[in-house]
Structures are given as C-alpha cells and as structure tokens.
C-alpha cells in the first residue's frame, strides 16, 4: 500500500461521511446492551449529517479557511511567475478517451489563464499522478493551457502528490531562474494550508484565490440539507485536518533532527 493510498484512506475514516455512517452503525450494535450510549451516538451522527449537509454550515467552515482577499492588481505587478496547484484527475474518462482534468483543476487553471493574459506572467502548473491514471496532473494542464487558452506553460511540474510536493518541487523550477515573488492560484479554502507551504521555500506569495464563500442565510433552503452542503464540509474538515497533519509532521522531524 502506498503512503498516499493510507493516507487518504485514514482521511476517509476521519472525515464525513464515513465517519457519521461508523458512528450511526456503532449506534445500532450497542442498541441492546448500551440503549443510552447507542441512542447518543445515533442522535450524534444524523444531527451532525444534518447540519454539515446544510449550505449555511458548509460555507461556514469553508470561510474558516479564507486568509485573503481576491488578488490586487498591486500583488500581480510585484510578481514574476503564476503558479497553479493541480487539484486532482478524472482517470479513464470516456468521453475525452483518457485522463482529464475534474472541475476544481479547471477552475483553476482557468483564472491562472486569466491573470496570464493581464500581466503577461510565465505559467508554472504542477502536479503528478495521486491515485494512478496515465497522465500527469501537470501534462494535463499544460495540454489544456496550449489547446483551449492558447496559453504555453514555461514550467511543468508533475511529480507532486501532496501540497506539501507542489510547494517542494515547484520551488526547484524557480529558484534556478531566480524567481522569487509568485502568485500562487488555488481555490481559496486551499490557501491557508498550501501558502505556507510555499513560504517555507524560501518563496515571497501573492495568494490569488477563487470561489469565496458565504457564511450568510439568504433563505430557508440554505438551512436545508444537500450534496453540495456536505461536500462543502467535507472539504473544509479535510483542510483542517491537512493543516494539523502538516503541523505534526513539522514538529515530529523538529523533535528528531
């Protein structure tokens, strides 16, 4: 087994909704001998389902995460590079006849092109193959880039699995060019995790963030459970639960030298 395979797979039980159904399924094997424990844990996981599934409480968690504002035209001029952190693959995709970009990378990609055509900034995308596939998250960038932008990427970084890779392996393409000041795009629950990552390398960020949230209630169904709610959440916790594993990372190789 990989470690990014036990990785994810930890994650998974840490996470909604895997670790509501173990909770909700515990519930109902004590249900005879503990009535009391058993009704407590099945109470805990349908409330926790309800209220993480809503869309007030997904953009709740995710503005947790929010450490800046939408980029200034100010941060981009300062700059000398984009950076665009690959946010995962659809493999074997039927109708594009092989692996492709999912949504989030295309979000992505998309605005690094927009602030491209403004300022005229080199292109780094990065990111490997996390899960398999065929293609790089990268060389799948770099392709969309050229083909649908008409964008050339200067740097293909496609060996990174983790943020923690991104951060590394894209810091080895710039410093020998002497780049020090980038503007590094990704989704802006995603900052607060992956901009220090890139600050420990030594490099100077200008976070361009996308799809800000919003914690307000703007009606009756914001308070109603659905998929994009819970996944919202679960796309928070999974930050926050990246931000602590890299905090215990850190300490533990500070402990041992």
Request: net charge positive; glycine share 8%.
């Amino acid at each position: 087994m990989s470690a990014w395979l036990a990785t994810n797979l930890i994650a998974a039980v840490l996470l909604p909704p895997l670790l509501l159904v173990l909770l909700l399924t515990a519930g109902l094997i004590f249900h005879r001998r503990r009535p009391r424990l058993a009704m407590s844990l099945i109470i805990l996981s349908t409330t926790a389902l309800y209220t993480l599934a809503t869309p007030w409480m997904g953009g709740l968690l995710l503005r947790t995460l929010e450490i800046s504002r939408p980029i200034g035209v100010t941060d981009i001029q300062k700059a000398e590079a984009i950076v665009v952190l690959g946010g995962g693959r659809r493999i074997a995709s039927a109708e594009y006849g092989g692996d492709t970009l999912n949504g989030i990378s295309l979000e992505r990609l998309r605005y690094a092109a927009r602030l491209h055509r403004s300022s005229g900034l080199p292109i780094l995308v990065t990111g490997g193959k996390p899960g398999g596939g065929t293609l790089t998250e990268g060389r799948i960038m770099q392709q969309v880039l050229l083909s649908e932008y008409g964008i050339a990427c200067h740097w293909v970084e496609d060996a990174a699995l983790t943020t923690w890779d991104n951060a590394r392996l894209s810091a080895q393409h710039l410093k020998p060019k002497q780049i020090q000041r980038i503007v590094l795009v990704t989704h802006a629950w995603h900052l607060r995790r992956a901009l220090p990552l890139f600050e420990a390398q030594g490099l100077s960020v200008a976070p361009a963030g996308i799809q800000f949230s919003s914690a307000r209630i703007d009606s009756i169904l914001d308070c109603l459970p659905t998929p994009a709610g819970l996944r919202d959440s679960t796309f928070a916790l999974h930050e926050w639960l990246g931000i602590l594993w890299y905090k215990l990372r850190s300490f533990l190789s500070e402990s041992n030298p």
